[in-house]
């Protein structure tokens, strides 16, 4: 019978350590990041308490890199090889059917590292917030379409000097 080198075994698990878990410890997003996401998921919960969709996001989940519908990346101002992750990509489309009102999306305008938004096919009534859309500066990507957005198209979105791709449509957008 042949007996296992301990060693060997021990080197095994820490190189399968490194492979498998390192990632997601560093991929974890920062404190105010995910307490921003929280936030935007409660503000949801008070108007609707069967809500249940991004159960992944709660509190007592350290390890952002596994809540679902959210990417995570390097800093688009690092010029470095850092080893910090922030929130790139939100994925939020069609989460809820009953009408929200837009100032449910105020905290998401806290994650200044966003490159892509996708709050498309929810519902989401009233006019587009100017201001909290202009804190997203590093927005390549917007999808706003298909909920009740009202108003005129804020100005404040042309000057997202990063934008690529916006849609808008299937809202209730004036336009001029």
């Known amino acids: ?16 350590f490194i492979i498998f878990l390192l990632p997601c410890l560093s991929w974890s997003c920062p ?10 998921k409660s503000s949801i ?4 308490s069967s ?12 390890n952002c890199c596994l809540w ?5 990346g390097s800093p688009s101002n690092s010029n470095s ?5 922030v929130v790139i990509e939100l994925h939020l489309f069609n989460l809820f059917a009953q009408l929200m009102p837009s100032n449910l999306l105020a905290p998401l305008f806290f994650i200044r590292s966003l490159r892509m938004l996708d ?39 042309f000057q997202l000097r990063h934008l690529q791709y916006l849609d808008l449509g299937s809202n209730k957008i004036q336009v001029a």
């Not at 679902?68 to 995570?72: A, D, G, L, P, Q």
């Not at 090889?81 to 992750?85: N, V, Y």
Request: with cysteine; net charge negative.
């Open 51 to 62: 809500f249940h969709n991004l159960d992944s996001w709660n509190s007592c989940s350290s």
């Open 1 to 16: 019978m042949v007996m296992a080198n301990p060693s060997l075994l021990l080197q095994s698990i820490f190189i399968l």
């Open 119 to 157: 709050i498309s096919q929810n519902s989401i009534n009233g006019q587009i917030p100017a201001l909290g859309f202009s804190n997203l500066s590093n927005l390549v990507h917007l999808d706003l379409s298909r909920n009740e957005f009202n108003g005129s198209i804020p100005p404040q979105l």
């Open 31 to 40: 404190e105010y990041q995910k307490q921003a996401l929280l936030h935007f």
């Open 68 to 72: 679902e519908k959210v990417t995570y």
């Open 45 to 48: 919960l008070a108007i609707n």
């Open 81 to 85: 090889a850092s080893t910090s992750s």
